[in-house]
C-alpha cells in the first residue's frame, strides 16, 4: 500500500541532496500540484480559498501529520472544509519529492 510507505515520514534510502531536490524544491512541488489553486500559502503567494489556509492549519504540526496530510487527506478533515482534497497525491508525487514539500510547507507554516 502506497500510503503505509509514506506514512512512517521517511524513505528506506534518499538520494543525496541536490540544490533542486532541497527548500526551493518543496515550493516548484508546491506550484506543480496545484496546491495553490485551492489553498492559501503566503509563501508561495498562493490565494486559493477551497481548501484552508496552510500556514495557519500547519502551524504546530510536525512532519508526519503534515505527510499524512498530503498521502491520506482524509485521515484529518480540517474543520469546516470537508473532504475535499484529492486523495490521489500519494501517486503523483514523486516519494523524492515529498521530503521537500513537507519541509517547505512546515517552514511556510511557522509562526
Do not use: W
Not at 512512517?8 to 496546491?35: I, M, N
Not at 496552510?54 to 505527510?67: A, I, Q, R, T
Amino acid at each position: 500500500m502506497t500510503i503505509a510507505a509514506f506514512a512512517g515520514g521517511g524513505h528506506a534510502e534518499e538520494a543525496p541532496a541536490t540544490p533542486a531536490k532541497g527548500a526551493a524544491r518543496g515550493a516548484e512541488v508546491f506550484a506543480e500540484q496545484g496546491c495553490g489553486s485551492c489553498h492559501t500559502f503566503a509563501p508561495a503567494n498562493a490565494r486559493g480559498g477551497l481548501g484552508p489556509d496552510l500556514g495557519l492549519s500547519l502551524d504546530g504540526k510536525d512532519k508526519n501529520y503534515v505527510l499524512q496530510s498530503i498521502v491520506d487527506p482524509s485521515a484529518v478533515i480540517a474543520p469546516n472544509y470537508g473532504d475535499l482534497m484529492p486523495s490521489d497525491f500519494a501517486q503523483r508525487i514523486d516519494p523524492s519529492d515529498l521530503d521537500p514539500l513537507v519541509a517547505y510547507l512546515m517552514k511556510g507554516a511557522a509562526g
